[in-house]
């Protein structure tokens, strides 16, 4: 049957599932690892266009993209629309298919100076914003926002309608206020409003937990694409799962035990490549922890994992995993 994708701008979108940036874990490697299992796009870590105006090291190797996960997208955050047009000329030395711009951000350090969700508030600097993104770059230019800044200020259908005027090609929209942050149930209701309002393709953002998940947030907002975040983490085959089910709905069984640890190994070994094992090891005690979430003694392994230090700890540490799964029970000893 196939998936039908979508267009943004002059970018295919060939599927339905797309990987959301997340700051801290959202690196190369791991968007290469949902590629892999069909992530359909996937967008680089969250970006300073201060930092960029200086040319700091660490945030030019947060924007490298890989062949093996696109299309790509870089997303740059900030508050004035001269320096972001700056940071997102930049950013092309990396060949990003679109630049994202991130207007949903709830962390306290990227909403204090105004930038984040912070630019809710402010809906006609949000335009001003894209307007200069836009005319600065020839890429396609895409938006992420939140439903508001709290409940008193609901604005995303307003805020996603400027954006559109000032020349976006698309907008994510998260469906809880940055007051909510990430626990309340996300309000879908949101998503539709946005996507009935504006003409410009519309993904869908909270909630999405997994195959079934996904096909209801599209069959209940009407949007084109949902966006898949925390339910990814240690879960990099939730994409396959969802591909399969809004194609034919076909139920994929998770990977196997040796299964998911070949892919855990994988996963951290493309950390490695990319940043050195001393490094990688430490950003990967993370992974390991959600790639292990559910297995018995879960919580001991973890414990374990935030004193990893290279790839043959990890070996060592899968191999007493797989070794706990298969004991036999003591009361049949």
Known sequence: MGIK??????????????????????????????????AACTVSEMVSSKALEFDDKK????????????????????????????????????????IDIN?????????????????????????????????????????????GWDEKSVNAVEVASI?????AAAVAVHARTRSQMYEPPADWSIIKAVKEAVKIPVIGNGDVTGAQSAARMLEQTGCDAVMVGRAAL?????????????????????????????IMVQHVELMCRYKGEYRAM?????????????????????????????????DALVKDVIAAQEETPLSEK
């Open 234 to 262: 240690g879960n990099p085959w939730i994409f396959q799962q969802i591909n399969a089910y809004l194609d034919e709905r076909r139920i994929v069984p998770p990977p196997s035990l040796s299964e998911r640890m070949q």
């Open 59 to 98: 945030t030019l190797e947060l924007m490298e993209l890989g062949e093996e996960a696109r299309p790509a997208a870089i997303q740059i955050f900030g508050s004035e629309p001269d320096v972001m047009a700056l940071a997102a000329r930049k950013a092309l030395e990396f060949s990003p298919d679109f």
């Open 5 to 38: 994708g979508i267009k943004i701008g002059t970018v295919e979108i060939k599927g339905k599932a797309i990987l959301a940036p997340m700051a801290g874990v959202g690196d190369r490697a791991f968007r290469e690892t949902c590629a892999r299992f069909g």
């Open 282 to 314: 430490k950003e990967a005690r993370k992974h390991v922890g959600w790639y292990l979430k559910g297995l018995r003694g879960a919580s001991e392994f973890r414990r374990c994992a935030g004193f990893l230090e290279s790839l043959a700890d990890l």
């Open 163 to 167: 954006c559109e005027q000032a020349g």
């Open 103 to 147: 207007m949903g951000c709830p962390a306290p350090k990227i909403t204090g100076p105004g930038a984040g969700s912070a630019l809710m508030k402010t809906p006609q600097l949000c335009g001003e914003i894209v307007a200069a993104v836009v005319a600065a770059v020839p890429v396609p230019v895409t938006v992420k926002i939140r439903a």
